[in-house]
T-cell receptor, first 114, second 114 residues
Framework: AQSVAQPEDQVNVAEGNPLTVKCTYSVSGNPYLFWYVQYPNRGLQFLLKYITGDNLVKGSYGFEAEFNKSQTSFHLKKPSALVSDSALYFCAVRVPYGNNRLAFGKGNQVVVIP | NAGVTQTPKFQVLKTGQSMTLQCAQDMNHEYMSWYRQDPGMGLRLIHYSVGAGITDQGEVPNGYNVSRSTTEDFPLRLLSAAPSQTSVYFC?????????????FGPGTRLLVL
């Protein structure tokens, strides 16, 4: 069963405009949710996570994400996109059984147009 | 503090050959894992370890072996390479394996099996 869905393959946004990368999840129990970013030919870098508490989570590089339990979503947002934000973004959720592994979405390519 | 390092960066193998992908971390992390990244599929867990001497299978373990003789090192062995193992391989580490922890990723090894 798909644990994480990132419905868009690519997100194009003009520099200075708001950026949203969508993520929905389907796991039982309380979800642990993560966003990672991958720049070309690099490993993944941690952006932010939701474990418990405030539904609005602030992370690195001006990114934030809102946990919405009723919609089972954890969308990543940035108020004003930069060209340097162009990268591949992955949403991940802890699978709460067995080995507590992270299930990753397929990733979203973000292209910020100057 | 080098973080997570991986060698080699790129490797070409012929079908049936064996090789070892190296991974090391200098953060004294207990939990280490190997993922493969394929286009449109996100990252999938191959094997993981919760400490020296302890390893277990992830989502896609077939064709791969691991061992963890020290806290720092977690090599991944391909016993008899197949074209289906063409992928980008990432090693990651975290302080614990409970699912809350941030994972730190290496730069990756790009493997081509002919």
């Amino acid at each position: 069963a798909q644990s994480v869905a990132q419905p868009e393959d690519q997100v194009n946004v003009a520099e200075g405009n708001p950026l949203t990368v969508k993520c929905t999840y389907s796991v039982s129990g309380n979800p642990y949710l993560f966003w990672y970013v991958q720049y070309p030919n690099r490993g993944l870098q941690f952006l932010l996570k939701y474990i418990t508490g405030d539904n609005l989570v602030k992370g690195s590089y001006g990114f934030e994400a809102e946990f919405n339990k009723s919609q089972t979503s954890f969308h990543l947002k940035k108020p004003s996109a930069l060209v340097s934000d162009s990268a591949l973004y992955f949403c991940a959720v802890r699978v709460p059984y067995g080995n507590n592994r992270l299930a990753f979405g397929k990733g979203n390519q973000v292209v910020v147009i100057p | 503090n080098a973080g997570v390092t991986q060698t080699p960066k790129f490797q070409v193998l012929k079908t049936g050959q064996s090789m070892t992908l190296q991974c090391a971390q200098d953060m004294n992390h207990e939990y280490m894992s190997w993922y493969r990244q394929d286009p449109g599929m996100g990252l999938r867990l191959i094997h993981y370890s919760v400490g020296a001497g302890i390893t277990d299978q992830g989502e896609v373990p077939n064709g791969y072996n691991v061992s963890r003789s020290t806290t720092e090192d977690f090599p991944l062995r391909l016993l008899s390479a197949a074209p289906s193992q063409t992928s980008v391989y990432f090693c990651a580490s975290s302080q614990g394996g409970g699912g809350r922890e941030t994972q730190y990723f290496g730069p990756g090894t790009r493997l081509l099996v002919l």
